[in-house]
């Protein structure tokens, strides 16, 4: 097949992944216009899903109460969190920006139907977990998209999902998989924000990648491919 | 912030979201380039982990004698499957294509530390499964990555992980995340293939989108948003 992605196409994408972040501090506070946000959903919702089964739902929250009830469910799990440290660990912990709920204007919800009738169960009977990773492609889609918009997104884990449940009026048998805060931002930083603040160092690929079999090393397995190719 | 993303770059990756597929049956066989390959695994390691974990592990696996094994255990499952269904739902089953194994000249399986020593347990306390969540972004940039370069992914979920766990020799402890399949194509498909088979419909995205509570409607919503603005 002749490439149907020019050299600037294929350029753009990979931008896009290299300058992504998990954004915390930056948000402008600036709005964002209905039709943007409904592109970066239309993004997530073109998402792979198991047997075509788009079990994903997404709750946009713009009300600053319900973005308060929010923060304020962070709060709590934050100083939960902190006391899983030692002392100098937990100082450095706390010192972390860990999310911009009450700076970006919009959070969105992100849920899941766990087993959901649209697909017919089809690839779900092995690994039914698949329906809950289709929920994070399309989480990661939106990312994207946000980004090349000029959005930035965060990621909020540090929050009790049932009490996501109960403020957005989620069903029982509906998964919470995520709250993510949106929005315009002053700027990208220009490393992850866990990097620059040396929570976590950034591991070499060549680390996470294996041949054959886990833990299989490359310069073994070169010769391995050339004997069978 | 100007926007850093031109016209033509954010069309790029909107044109890669919607011209990805879950490829099964185009695989060309031409082999992948090892610096093609690099680069495809380096846009999956530059995805979003909680508290910069990077719990992904990715195997490469050219073997054809692998391969077989693989396809092997996905025919099994698959019978399997097919039992689920009555007997005209079991023919139009039967009757997809549902796996490249052999057909794609590398499988990639994707594995996840589900209580990883990086990151120091941030993020992870009230959610611990956003170490799966972060392998399952590193998937999703992966296969946008490979759309751009023109190579066709295709993630086979009816195969039971054990016996991947097995064959590739991933330790117990470790999460057997998705088995992809990896390749040039004679053509990338213009619909999904589960919608062509007629097997799902695509959701319009307003079924998906839900504004301040789950089910809450745009219509009522709106004018509760410019209320607050």
Redesign the interface.
């Known amino acids: 097949?002749t490439?149907?992605?020019s050299a600037?196409?294929?350029a753009?994408?990979?931008?896009?992944?290299?300058?992504?972040r998990?954004v915390r501090a930056e948000f402008?506070g600036d709005?964002v216009p209905d039709e943007v946000l409904?592109?970066i959903?239309?993004?997530a919702?073109?998402?792979?899903s198991?047997?075509?089964?788009?079990p994903?739902?997404?709750?946009?929250?713009?009300?600053?109460e319900?973005r308060r009830s929010v923060h304020d469910a962070f709060r709590r799990?934050n100083a939960?969190?902190a006391t899983?440290?030692d002392a100098q660990?937990a100082s450095q912990?706390e010192a972390?920006r860990?999310q911009g709920i009450l700076d970006a204007p919009v959070g969105i919800c992100v849920?899941c139907d766990d087993d959901p009738q649209?697909?017919?169960?089809?690839?779900?009977?092995?690994?039914p977990?698949?329906a809950?990773?289709s929920t994070?492609?399309a989480?990661?889609?939106l990312?994207?998209?946000a980004?090349?918009?000029?959005l930035g997104v965060g990621?909020v884990?540090?929050?009790?999902?049932d009490e996501l449940r109960t403020l957005?009026?989620?069903?029982k048998d509906?998964a919470v998989?995520?709250y993510l805060c949106v929005g315009?931002?002053?700027?990208?930083a220009p490393v992850?924000d866990?990097?620059r603040d040396r929570?976590?160092?950034?591991?070499p690929?060549t680390d996470?990648?294996?041949?054959?079999?886990?833990?299989?090393r490359a310069v073994t397995?070169s010769s391995?491919?050339n004997e069978?190719?």
């Open positions: 097949m490439p149907d992605f600037a196409e294929r753009a994408l990979y931008r896009a992944i290299a300058l992504r998990d402008s709005p409904e592109r959903l239309d993004a919702h073109h998402a792979p198991v047997g075509l089964s788009q994903w739902r997404f709750i946009v929250v713009r009300s600053l319900t799990a939960e969190a899983d440290y660990t912990y972390l860990l849920t649209r697909g017919n169960g089809l690839g779900r009977r092995t690994m977990e698949t809950r990773y994070v492609c989480i990661q889609n990312w994207l998209a980004r090349v918009e000029g990621w884990s540090i929050v009790e999902p957005l009026e989620i069903p509906v998989v995520a315009y931002v002053t700027h990208f992850a866990l990097e929570w976590e160092t950034r591991a690929l996470v990648v294996d041949y054959e079999r886990y833990g299989g397995v391995a491919i069978k190719a």
